[in-house]
């Protein structure tokens, strides 16, 4: 084997070496056997020896099968290797004439003279007679670009076939004025002929109503034009749009083809250096964008107008935790450059670590500092601020990946005076003053009635729970309404927080008008959470202080804060007596630690003293004074303990005592509280852990799954003596069961039984009894590992995952004799949908709960038909379970959370809101109390689907309306004003090979009802 620059050589001896910063090709002669590639320090000896970013010791081997054939193959996995710019994954046949690069910029030319074996088609097209290394490169570069140039020219496409759509639309309405307009000037002349022929007696009258037709026609005309002009901008607008997008999307893949290499080396660089450092792509909007002013700078130019959506370097690290940073893409290029200079200064000073002139970490490239980032955006709806009427929710804050990042406490609310409604008859007061103003003389229950009035609309930013606390650090919420250009901020927290508090106000004063009305018809308002990472300097923050009677107390987000009361002036006679005594013993354990430190001196001496007699004694012949100190050795050390452990709990009593006498504020108070209920935890942690080795061998035969963090195990026995006897009654066992592949929707069931319960435990079991022959049973997706790190990584209260087979929970399966039948459920429009579906959940959930023995379970709305099926059951078996229906979690755009949604391909997930969108529809009448019949439901529901569903929806499966406490059909509104009470409506349709199911439980006349006592009604 022999390397030449530029031309190829035959036979030759091994061990070349190539080192990192060359731009020229080397071509790659080999002789039958084996060639190594890696670095020089290598264990083993590399046959080519090379060295830059990306090589690996023992990067990659050339074979030879001794027919005149070669193939390469990796020593490394993932070792960065291009053969004729495809990547190399496996074992590569190689051909004369083959371009290979090792690591970021090894380029040579395989030389095979002697090669016969076919090529594959298309692999030296367009190779030049000469390679270079330019050539080699930009062949790499061309595979990853081939592809998003042909993603490129579909939308191109796609922009031209909009673009000559709309051209067509504007033609045709010109075509369509023309002719409305020569047909009315037909018809006025004709009329104008028989009014002229017309006695002369009423030839005033005639060219009066002439006229009067002239000018009607003429008012016509304007109309007809200016609807004509307003179309047209309409697709000029959408033209521009669409070329904007264009633009922007072109240059934002430019953008990206330029970066994906640098991303790659900076990686490379961090491995190198051994930085913990990842760093991966990120699209996000722009958030430099507001600062664009479009002003000319000092030589007259206007900067161009940044790309809404910007490119982002996110950096993390690649193992552990620690901070994360967002890097914008200008950010990013200046610490390449800084990255390249520390890695020239590593190579130079021998691959030594540190990397001298970096041990400051503000020297460093890879170095993140803390700094403000978005957690996420929470998102409310205000239409119902149209019918006067207030919004109270609390809504889930959402991060760029759809993740939930916890939730957000909001209340909107209009009115028409200075003072701010709390309830709803203050509401009511507040419209008596315009109740001249509604159409029939009543209180108006619209505001498009009060075009021209002045309205205020104040937006109360309450609080967040379930912040990620690692980045709560000055948490704060961002918000823009309606027209107002500042960005309005609740007040920064001080330190961290999982709920911080804000009770942040703001009034917003505007005439109505149409723009305002359709702004609250159509817009959403969005709230930003901003917060910090902890860099472990940050200390946790406590919620305000709520007043009860003259004491106050610190209380959390949801009122469930400790207690304590915050004494004021001084303290009294009692309290003084108490400090007195605390005190006093203070000093007890003051002398008791004394008369400790004077043994441990008498003790050490009689040690000095044993050693000495030791090293007068003969060797091997211990003394009878040895043997006499060390009884007294081992019966001091033993005092010694005891008494050390008695000093150290008088003086913790003592200090509690003293700290509980002094007076306190209310965080203090707050956090003694908080650290008292941490000590409880770990106080019933371990006794726990005490109960588990105590059933170890019961447990072993169980398939209930540890949860893998630390905590708390299984309680299989329903209750705990040692909880029982601390609590005065039974623990209590919560259970959410689920079919796996978890999503947001079934943590937020587990963590809502986290502070009713003493335990949680979840099971996950895909149920057969439950699906129909032509169903997903195969398919359904299986992920146990991923949910298990799911619940073990999040504060739940998990304390096992029952994970039974088939022939634990049916003994023979097929065929199954026994099963709870649930009467009426099939009559239920999912019933009929699914003949045998809720037998089979009727089955398998009282099969768990026998298993279980809970106290509580928890269920999600939006299998609403399943939720009062199980609620029916539990009461009619005497199961003694408390069932807690939850309100259905969805995503940003609100669409329901599914295991199922996995199915949908990109674009029939972006159809896929249109399901709740109808929702949305059917809620604006029944829940206005609007007259209405099924049948019209379901009609206003599939139009719904079929506009907003971009036509990707099957046919409507049912739209169904039913009794939310008994499930059974309501056809109407006057059925469902006998009914009295919630209705359910339901509705189920296709989506490519996926069915989809959501519902909404409504109240009519009370559209606002909150989430959570709309989902409890469900079966009652």
Known sequence: MSLTARHAAEGGARGAAAQSSTRQIYHFAVADGTTTVGRSDSDTKQDVVLGGLSIQKEHAVVIGDGAGGFRLELRTEGARTYVNGTPVTGPVALHDNSRI????????????????????EGEDDGVPEE?????????????????????????????????????????????????????MQADAEKRMKALQEQSAAGDREARERQEAMLEEARKQQQVLEKKLQEQIAET?????????EMRERSLLDEKLLKTIPMVNEANATADELAKNALLELRLMANQRKGLWTGEEDEDGEVAPEPLDTEVYVRVAPKEGSGLEGLWHYDDFMERLYAMREMYQAFVS?????????????????????????????????LDTLLHIMPISDTTPILDYKGSDQGELS???????????????????????????????????????????????ITVQVKATRGLPVDRSVGAHVRFRFFLDERERRTPAIDGKAMNPRFDYSCTFSNVITDELLKYLGEEELSFDVWGRQDDGTAKMAMGPAKRIGRHSVAGDYDGAGAAAAAAGGAASPAVAELREQV???????EAALAKLKEEEAKRESLEAKLRALEASSPRGSPTAAAAAMEEVKQKQEAEHRAALERVKQEAEHAKEEREAARPKTAEEAAAAAASKSSRTCAVMRRRVLTRQAELGQARATSRCVPVARSGTVANRARGDPELARKHGRLARLGFVPTMGALHAGHLSL???????????????????????????????????????????????????VFTPTEADMYQEWPPYRTFVEPLEADDSAEGRARPGFFRGVATVVTKLFAAARPTVAAFGQKDAYQCIVVRQLARDLNLGVDVQINPTTREQDGLAMSSRNAYLTVEEREAAPAMYAALREVQRIVGRGLPWGVEELRTIAADALSDRGRGRFGPLQYLDV??????????????????????????????????????????????????TSAANTLGR
């Open 583 to 589: 005190e006093s013993r203070q000093r007890e354990a």
């Open 349 to 381: 000073a021998g691959r030594e670590l540190p990397v001298p002139g970096y041990e400051d970490p503000l020297t460093d490239p890879f170095h993140v500092e803390p700094e403000d980032m978005s957690l996420g955006k929470a998102t409310v709806f």
């Open 750 to 800: 587990v963590e809502s039984l986290r502070d009713k319960t003493d335990h949680t435990l979840v099971s996950i079991f895909v149920n057969p009894a439950q699906f129909a022959a032509h169903e997903d049973l195969g398919t359904y997706p299986r992920t146990l590992e991923s949910d298990l790190a799911k619940l073990g990584a999040a504060d739940l209260n998990v304390a096992a």
């Open 410 to 456: 909001v209340r909107v609310v209009p009115h028409f005076g200075d003072k701010v409604p709390e309830t709803d008859e203050e509401g009511d007061d507040d419209l008596m003053a315009l109740e001249a103003a509604g159409d029939d003389g009543g209180i108006p229950d619209s505001l498009s009635k009060l075009v021209g009035h002045k309205l205020n």
């Open 101 to 120: 690069i090792f690591g970021n910029n090894h380029a040579f030319l395989f030389c095979n003279p002697t090669d016969t074996a076919p090529k594959a």
């Open 236 to 244: 000029e607008r959408v033209a521009a749009k669409k070329q904007k």
């Open 131 to 183: 390679v270079t290394f330019d050539f080699v490169m930009l062949e790499v570069n061309k595979a990853q670009a081939a592809a998003m140039a042909a993603e490129e020219e579909k939308r191109r496409l796609e922009a031209e076939a909009e673009k000559a759509k709309a051209e067509a639309r504007v033609k045709e309405l010109q075509a369509e004025m023309e002719a409305e307009r020569t047909r």
């Open 962 to 1011: 039913a009794c939310a406490a008994t499930g059974r059909p309501v056809v109407s509104s006057g059925e469902s004003h006998a009914e009295g009470g919630a209705v359910l409506v339901s509705i189920a349709a296709p989506l490519g090979r996926t069915r989809l199911i959501d519902n909404m439980v409504i109240v009519p006349d009370k559209p606002s009802l909150d989430e």
